[in-house]
T-cell receptor
Framework: QKEVEQDPGPLSVPEGAIVSLNCTYS??????FMWYRQYSRKGPELLMY????GNKEDGRFTAQVDKSSKYISLFIRDSQPSDSATYLC?????????FGDGTTLTVKP | EADIYQTPRYLVIGTGKKITLECSQT?????MYWYQQDPGMELHLIHY???????EKGDLSSESTVSRIRTEHFPLTLESARPSHTSQYLC???????????FGNGTRLTVT
């Protein structure tokens, strides 16, 4: 069993929709939780970084962590075509990051 | 603007050739990493370094080797490329133990 499972997608939504991306994990020792966005032919870039359970908001993006359920989510409000990318969840323990497989999102104008 | 640079971006090479993938960062980060990424698959850590003259193998077994002679430079070498090495190789760096990673734009390697 993988340590991090990410909803596989792909996901296609109309512009303006609310998007929910989700990951579950099995190792309760994971300490930090991240979401990366990866455009085609580019490296991943950090989108959200959080430590504690609860919500963290940054513009149209909200990261949610539920440590008791071992579940993290990324919500995108008012999605835009420029949000079309692959989204990777990641979590760290003792300096090592473990990634989900990624969810590819397409936002149609 | 990328603070971590990888060259070449694309490389097509024949079986048996020796190759070196270059990675440099200008942020002064002590920690650097190499990941392998296949389409639709998770990133697999193949090598990491926590400082000069420190290198370790990652979770995914790899026939490649790395060196860390300077803080800013972390090249990856394949002594004899094979078609099974065809993949995207991503270099990353980070500041602290659990800090987020800064990635380069990758080298897409094809071995024919």
């Amino acid at each position: 069993q993988k340590e991090v499972e990410q909803d596989p997608g792909p996901l296609s939504v109309p512009e303006g929709a609310i998007v929910s991306l989700n990951c579950t994990y099995s190792n309760s020792a994971f300490q930090y939780f991240m979401w990366y966005r990866q455009y085609s032919r580019k490296g991943p870039e950090l989108l959200m970084y959080t430590y504690s359970s609860g919500n963290k908001e940054d513009g149209r993006f909200t990261a949610q962590v539920d440590k008791s359920s071992k579940y993290i989510s990324l919500f995108i409000r008012d999605s835009q075509p420029s949000d079309s990318a692959t989204y990777l969840c990641a979590m760290t323990l003792a300096g090592k990051s473990t990634f989900g497989d990624g969810t590819t999102l397409t936002v149609k104008p | 603007e990328a603070d971590i640079y990888q060259t070449p971006r694309y490389l097509v090479i024949g079986t048996g050739k020796k190759i070196t993938l270059e990675c440099s960062q200008t942020m002064g980060h002590d920690k650097m990493y190499w990941y392998q990424q296949d389409p639709g698959m998770e990133l697999h850590l193949i090598h990491y370094s926590y400082g000069v003259n420190s290198t370790e193998k990652g979770d995914l077994s790899s026939e490649s080797t790395v060196s860390r002679i300077r803080t800013e430079h972390f090249p990856l070498t394949l002594e004899s490329a094979r078609p099974s090495h065809t993949s995207q190789y991503l270099c990353a760096s980070s500041q602290g133990n659990n800090s987020p990673l800064h990635f380069g734009n990758g080298t897409r390697l094809t071995v024919t």
